[in-house]
């Protein structure tokens, strides 16, 4: 399967800084989703990005196919954007997502 | 529209108990899938379906795990007999394969205590 990285592994911001996540992957995919766990364990989903830019409020992901790595810029953050951030890509011909181990945000007032 | 519906949300048992787990899709979604979250391990995959048909089950972890999808709008989970290193939230997914093929979403899981 595709080996999935995220970093970085923990960050901790105080409210209304900015923040950019990396997930670097080490294969060919041809889907991408970005999905946030909040601290009630819900799976929320994000954005399914397989390449290009896209945006949503605070939020944006960007996914450089060819270089094999996607970013997810929040922008002024706020107490509600803590939790665990995933990166989850699914190969060429796979139908399943591979998971990184995530990237726990803590946004301090 | 109803998510993806996952019951019971809370399962506290014994050791030995058998233990069933409850998957509603997404309407018109055909592939379902079911994950197991712990501290250790985070997300992996145990199992999933494409049309009702399982195709990859290489992430159960043994043979006291089965899963079974009899119709397009209802899957199960079952551990027998479970054990305490089963404790986990098992989550179940689903998707629309196909062109255009869809994003993945989650249930809200099952969080399994064994005792």
């Known amino acids: 399967g595709i080996q999935v990285e995220q970093s970085p592994p923990d960050l901790i911001l105080q409210e209304g800084a900015n923040s950019t996540l990396r997930c670097n992957f080490s294969?060919?995919?041809?889907?991408l989703q970005w999905f946030h766990q909040n601290p009630w364990g819900q799976l929320i989903n994000l954005f399914y990005i397989p390449s290009g830019t896209k945006q949503n409020g605070r939020l944006s992901a960007t996914t450089v196919a060819t270089e094999r790595y996607s970013l997810l810029y929040i922008s002024s953050s706020q107490t509600t954007d803590s939790g665990v951030y995933f990166c989850a890509p699914r190969g060429t011909g796979a139908n399943n997502l591979f998971f990184g181990t995530g990237t726990r945000l803590t946004v301090i007032p | 529209d109803a998510g993806v519906i996952q019951s019971p949300r809370h399962e506290v048992t014994e050791m030995g108990q058998e233990v069933t787990l409850r998957c509603k899709p997404i309407?018109?979604?055909?592939?379902l899938f079911w994950y197991r979250q712990t501290m250790m391990r985070g997300l992996e995959l145990l199992i999933y379906?494409?049309?009702?048909?399982?195709?990859?089950d290489s992430g159960m972890p043994e043979d006291r795990f089965s899963a079974k999808m009899p119709n397009a709008s209802f899957s199960t989970l079952k551990i027998q007999p479970s054990e305490p290193r089963d404790s986990a939230v098992y989550f179940c997914?689903?998707?629309?394969?196909?062109?255009?093929?869809?994003?993945?979403?989650f249930g809200e899981g099952s969080r399994l205590t064994v005792l």
């Open positions: 309407s018109g979604h055909n592939s």
């Open positions: 997914a689903s998707r629309r394969t196909g062109t255009p093929a869809g994003e993945l979403f």
């Open positions: 379906f494409n049309n009702n048909v399982p195709i990859d």
């Open positions: 294969d060919s995919v041809n889907n």
